[in-house]
C-alpha cells in the first residue's frame, strides 16, 4: 500500500519537529520535504532526523502547494504553528483542497470550524493530540452529561505550566471549562491561572530541569464552600511525544475518512480513539 503524503507546517518549531521525527519513523507515513513557516524564519531549509526539509515563506504557499499537489497527489497537511496563523491557515487548506490535521491551539474555533464544514474538504481539530487525556476529558464529558450541576456551589481553581514559547493559554485548560460548567461551576477563561516563567515552574512547580523546554502541567482543584471537600485532577506530561504519537494516529485516522469520501467534515480526537 502507498504511504499516506504528510507535510508538517510549522517547521522548525519543536511541535512541528517532534511530529515530523515521528511520521519519518512510520512506514505507513511519508514526508513531504517542504514546510510552511512563518514570515520571521530566516532559514530556507531545516533537517528533520536525516531528511532536509524547504521552509516555504507565505509568499511563495500558493505556487509551492500547487506544484505539490501536482507532483505527490494527495497530501495531509499537519498544522503545528502559532496561533495567530490558525485560521488563516485553515482558510488556505481548504481554499485549495487538503486535509489537515489542526493540532495549533488559539484562533476562532467556531471559524476554524465553520470553514471546513463550508469546504470540500475534512479536518482532524483537537486543541489536544494526547490520547490519554482526550480520554480524560471524554470521562468529564461522560459525568457533565450524566451529573449535570453535581458540584454547584464548588469553588474551581485552573493551574496550567507550558514552557516559555507557548504564546497562548492552554487549549486542554480551556475545553474543561465548559465541563465544570455543565457540573455546576461558573469559570471563564481568563480565570485561568498560566505560568511560562522557567524560575517559577523549576522552584514552585516541581517541573523537571530537562523538561522546562516542553511540558504541559495541569492541576483542576475544586473545593466546597466550608472548605471541607477537596477534588483535584492532575496530568503533567513532560516533553513532547504523546502529543506526536497522537498526531500520527489522527493522521492515519483522517486518511481513512477521506478514502471513505469525507468532505466538509470536522472530526475530533475522541473521533480518532473511537476509529469510526
Same mark, same amino acid.
Given at each position: ?5 504528510? #507535510? ?35 532559514? @530556507? ?8 526539509? /524547504? ?18 497527489? #494527495?497530501? %495531509?497537511?499537519? =498544522?503545528?504553528? $502559532?496561533?495567530?496563523?490558525?485560521? &488563516? ?8 483542497? %487538503? ?5 495549533? @491551539?488559539?484562533?476562532? +474555533? ?18 489536544? #493530540?494526547?490520547?490519554?487525556?482526550? *480520554? ?31 504564546? &497562548?493559554?492552554?487549549?486542554?485548560? /480551556? ?6 460548567? &455543565?457540573?455546576? %461551576?461558573?469559570?471563564? /477563561? ?6 511560562? &516563567? ?16 516542553? $511540558?504541559?502541567? $495541569? ?35 483522517? *486518511? ?8 466538509? +467534515?470536522?472530526?475530533? #480526537?475522541? =473521533? ?5
Amino acid at each position: 500500500m502507498e504511504p499516506i503524503k504528510v #507535510m508538517v507546517n510549522g517547521l522548525p518549531g519543536n511541535m512541528s519537529n517532534k511530529a515530523a521525527e515521528h511520521i519519518l519513523q512510520d512506514s505507513g507515513l511519508k514526508l513531504i520535504p517542504y514546510a510552511l513557516t512563518g514570515p520571521e524564519i530566516e532559514a @530556507t531549509e531545516t533537517q528533520v532526523g536525516p531528511e532536509a526539509v /524547504k521552509l516555504i515563506k507565505p509568499d511563495e504557499s500558493q505556487q509551492m502547494i500547487e506544484s505539490i499537489k501536482r507532483d505527490e497527489g #494527495m497530501v %495531509i497537511c499537519v =498544522d503545528y504553528t $502559532h496561533p495567530n496563523a490558525v485560521n &488563516d491557515n485553515a482558510a488556505f487548506y481548504c481554499e485549495n483542497g %487538503i486535509p489537515f490535521v489542526m493540532g495549533t @491551539t488559539g484562533g476562532d +474555533r467556531a471559524a476554524l470550524a465553520e470553514a471546513v464544514q463550508k469546504s470540500e474538504v475534512a479536518a482532524v481539530i483537537a486543541p489536544n #493530540m494526547a490520547k490519554q487525556i482526550v *480520554a480524560f476529558q471524554a470521562m468529564m464529558e461522560y459525568a457533565a452529561d450524566t451529573f449535570p450541576g453535581v458540584f454547584k456551589g464548588y469553588g474551581l481553581e485552573i493551574k496550567e505550566s507550558h514552557q516559555q514559547g507557548k504564546a &497562548d493559554t492552554s487549549g486542554t485548560a /480551556k475545553a474543561m471549562i465548559g465541563y465544570f460548567n &455543565d457540573l455546576g %461551576i461558573p469559570f471563564s /477563561k481568563d480565570q485561568i491561572t498560566m505560568e511560562r &516563567d522557567p524560575e517559577v515552574q523549576r522552584s514552585e512547580w516541581g517541573v523537571p530541569e530537562p523538561y522546562l523546554s516542553g $511540558h504541559g502541567w $495541569h492541576t483542576y482543584a475544586l473545593r466546597s464552600e466550608d472548605d471541607t471537600v477537596c477534588f483535584q485532577f492532575t496530568h503533567n506530561v513532560n516533553g513532547r511525544d504523546i502529543y506526536a504519537w497522537g498526531t500520527v494516529n489522527a493522521i492515519h485516522y483522517l *486518511a481513512k475518512k477521506v478514502g471513505e469520501g469525507a468532505k466538509g +467534515r470536522v472530526f475530533t #480526537m475522541i =473521533d480518532v480513539l473511537k476509529g469510526v
